[in-house]
């Protein structure tokens, strides 16, 4: 049976709590425990599929199709444990269980209740898969006193009360503000959010406190006395210059160590933290620096592109160089020259996206990729763009464009080069999808294998001819352009193991210029960077040196 971490945050939101959640995760495999990260969502939607990236930031795909919040995303980067369907639970997937079972009859003519219906399917949820780690650490998003979260935390609550004594504690994270004119940190906020989280039955056993300045231990004190929290478990939490730095920042301020303690693991075994200290020493002593252009549609808010921000760094650690990312609004491109923009830059990433806006711009950042020889990554939408760049331009299909955008103008304008796929395979099943199935169902979605062309740029990337990759896409290139595409020199590199679906296309004689159908930076880890990422700062490196 797990031991079970209840990470909450209280004061403020955006406190940090997915990252102190995975550092703390990776602080216990550190220590030679086996892990798994799990997230509970108040709000009501079912998940976050169908959340403005906008709004809510990237949507995290796992490997078994989930569409999952990007605290996931962090999970896994600090872990490297793959995050499943039940790692995210919201409010909204909760009620649906507990509305379904209802209607089946499930309950046998019960009123149906908070307590102790909907609180009994979210214990069921958090305790899926507790045979298989040492510990399993369930932050709750938002802050303790949002009203949607009480079901949350009182089961919670529950469920400390029925598992044996000392499986089970509580994290809270709380923000101590400085006051600049009287030189002072203040406590009572936490103090408040404490006593909040106690009135509705929950005592922290590690508080970590988030402060722009050093907290001095009498105010340490004073926080531990008025929280009833041991001293050595009030755990500082200063800002960081790189999120990596989480891990070795909250080892030696001894969070592994509180959280032992709360427990009572003792002697606690000894730390391994050399992955930690490789992955600061890439980023410390990197030479250098390249700079990639994201070529997108939601460039306004950067957590929109969370991963591939994450993977690129990963990528310039593998090279042991700095790599500066700038995002350009793919519609300037729509009526001015790519060209002065886009000559600064040493390699073009254009990123996965929904909808017709900015396309043409997409389209034109990759023509420009492929005429100046810059190296260029398509990811999932980039690879469909360049695809369509290559087909008007090299195989002369002048109006060549993707289902998605005639469906959503409800005309046809363009010949469907990338066309809406209705039934694929997935392993040894068959998946079929109607048009009118609800938003959220009609995506290929998760990890699917693609097999690489021997001799292929992307093989050489790889290091292998066989890949799995996750999806989030409906559309899909349409095979029969492979001809006339590939005697332009556009070479599909990556098919799906039934060689129905392009999975990957490079171009000839191009120094680096690889689309991919899939999403790679979904599983590039700062100890292990993706090998597409590696490859392309690697070659923006070469292109620096030429330029
Ligand atoms: N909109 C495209 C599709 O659905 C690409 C999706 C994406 O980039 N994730 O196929």
Redesign the pocket.
């Given at each position: 049976m797990a031991r079970y971490v209840f990470i909450t945050g209280g004061v403020v939101s955006s406190l940090g709590k997915g990252l102190a959640s995975a550092a703390l995760g990776a602080l216990l495999q550190a220590r030679g425990f086996s892990v798994r990260l799990r997230k509970l969502d108040p709000y009501l939607n079912v998940d976050p599929g169908t959340m403005s990236p906008f709004e809510h930031g990237e949507v995290f795909v796992t490997d078994d199709g989930a569409e999952t919040d990007l605290d996931l995303g962090h999970y896994e980067r600090f872990t490297g444990v793959s995050a499943r369907k039940t790692d995210s639970i919201s409010s909204g997937r909760i009620y649906t269980n507990v509305l379904e079972k209802e209607r089946r009859g499930e309950y046998l003519g019960k009123t149906i209740q908070v307590i102790p219906h909907v609180t009994n399917e979210i214990k069921d949820w958090i305790s899926v898969g507790d045979d298989e780690v040492d510990f399993m650490l369930c932050e709750i998003g938002g802050t303790v006193g949002d009203i949607e979260g009480l079901p949350f935390f009182e089961a919670i609550r529950q469920f400390a009360q029925d598992r044996p004594r000392g499986q089970v504690i509580f994290m809270h994270l709380t923000l101590l503000p400085y006051l600049a004119a009287s030189g002072e940190l203040k406590t009572k906020p936490t103090q408040h959010s404490v006593k909040e989280l106690r009135s509705i039955g929950l005592q922290p056993d590690v508080l970590v406190c988030r402060s722009e300045q050093p907290i001095p231990d009498k105010e340490r004190a004073k926080i531990a006395l008025f929280c009833n929290v041991r001293p050595d478990a009030v755990i500082p939490a200063y800002d960081l210059k790189s999120i990596y730095e989480a891990p070795l920042a909250y080892h030696r301020v001894g969070l592994d160590q509180a959280v032992l303690d709360a427990f009572g693991i003792s002697p606690a075994p000894k730390p391994d933290m050399s992955r930690w200290e490789d992955v600061m020493d890439r980023l410390d002593n990197a030479e250098g620096e390249v700079r990639v252009a994201i070529v997108g549609k939601y460039v306004q808010l950067e957590d929109a592109y969370k991963s591939i921000a994450e993977a690129l760094t990963h990528g310039g650690m593998a090279n042991r160089v700095r790599v500066k990312a700038e995002w350009i609004d793919a519609e300037i491109f729509e009526h001015e020259d790519p060209a002065p923009y886009l000559e600064n830059y040493h390699a073009i990433l254009v990123?996965?996206?929904?909808?017709e806006r900015g396309t043409e711009g997409k389209i034109r950042a990759a023509q420009f990729a492929r005429e100046k020889g810059v190296p260029y990554l398509g990811?999932?939408?980039?690879m469909?763009m360049a695809v369509i760049e290559a087909a008007r331009n090299l195989a002369g299909v002048k109006d060549a464009g993707?289902e998605?955008f005639d469906h959503e103008a409800g005309k046809k304008r363009f010949t469907p080069v990338?066309y809406h796929l209705k039934e694929w395979v997935q392993g040894n099943h068959r998946v079929e999808r109607k048009v009118t199935d609800d938003k959220g169902g009609t995506?290929r979605l998760g990890a699917y294998s693609a097999a690489l062309k021997e001799g292929s740029k992307v093989a050489e990337v790889y290091g292998s001819t066989d890949i799995e990759e996750r999806h989030?896409?409906?559309?899909?290139v349409d095979i029969k352009y492979r001809e006339p595409l590939e005697s332009c020199g556009l070479t599909f590199s990556g098919m799906s193991p039934d060689g129905r679906l392009p999975e990957i296309v490079e171009h000839k004689g191009h120094p680096w210029f690889i689309g991919v159908q899939f999403?790679p930076e979904l599983k590039s880890k700062p100890f292990a960077p993706h090998p597409l990422f590696a490859g392309f700062i690697k070659a923006a490196l070469e292109q620096s040196r030429l330029v």
């Open positions: 990123p996965g996206g929904f909808g990811i999932c939408l980039g469909q993707s998605e990338v995506m989030r896409h409906r559309y899909e999403h």
